[in-house]
């Protein structure tokens, strides 16, 4: 299995700050016939299931507001949150999808206000 | 616009079967472009995948569950289905249907509100 990790479990941002959340994959996803890295993010907010906001690690998922961006390549990934708004307040999961034996999930990370 | 809406029991007991639908509305399951899916999330927790199927019938399932899990498609009533046999309080969860993204990549752009299935006596 390819293992997904996220840091921090949790953070605190000011309204208007960046909020960044950093996930880590046990073996690269970085698909070199294609140069595509097969990560995405997902946000949850209370009571609703997840939504996409990227893919291929930093390809905004259409109607996504453009505070959100994605980076990163091979094992190491972040999602940046530029200026916190406060319906940004979720549970922030990341989703490899390299392989399919099985498709895994990191534990997620919760962003709140501070 | 597509839609995605499980249904089935909220509770079965220990050593049974789970059985959920997923109604698809907006869309065809039928498109060859697209893959169906099945995640679920205990309370509290993180997501787990636990299965895809394609019009077809071909199905791919996360080999954790996979003695357990059967996922199958109907296309005449735009449905798939999932089953978990020899459940236990650890099935408790709110189970997901999904679709995958097109290019058959295993994205997942749309879901459906989430059933919550409980596994008590």
């Known amino acids: 299995d390819i293992v997904m990790t996220q840091s921090p479990d949790s953070l605190a941002v000011s309204l208007g700050e960046r909020a960044t959340i950093n996930c880590k994959s046990s073996q690269s996803v970085l698909y070199n016939s294609n140069n595509k890295n097969y990560l995405a993010w997902y946000q949850q907010k209370p009571g609703q299931p997840p939504k996409l906001l990227i893919y291929?690690?930093?390809t905004r998922e259409s109607g996504v507001p453009d505070r959100f961006s994605g980076s990163g390549s091979g094992t190491d990934f972040t999602l940046t949150i530029s200026s916190l708004q406060a319906e940004d307040v979720a549970v922030y999961y990341c989703q490899q999808y390299y392989s399919t034996s099985p498709l895994t999930f990191g534990p997620g990370t919760r962003v709140e206000i501070k | 616009q597509l839609q995605l809406q499980e249904s089935g029991p909220g509770l079965v007991k220990p050593s049974e079967t789970l059985s959920l639908s997923c109604i698809v509305s907006g869309g065809s399951i039928s498109s060859s472009n697209y893959y169906w899916g099945w995640i679920r999330q205990p309370p509290g927790k993180g997501l787990e995948w636990i299965g895809t199927i394609y019009y077809s019938g071909s199905t791919y399932y996360n080999p954790s569950l996979k003695s357990r899990v059967t996922i199958s498609v109907d296309t005449s009533k735009n449905q798939f289905s999932l089953k978990l046999s020899s459940v236990t309080a650890a099935d408790t969860a709110v189970y997901y249907c999904?679709?995958?993204?097109?290019?058959?990549?295993?994205?997942?752009?749309?879901w459906g509100q989430g059933s919550l299935v409980t596994v008590s006596s």
């Open positions: 999904a679709r995958h993204s097109s290019g058959g990549y295993y994205i997942i752009d749309y």
């Open positions: 291929w690690a930093s």
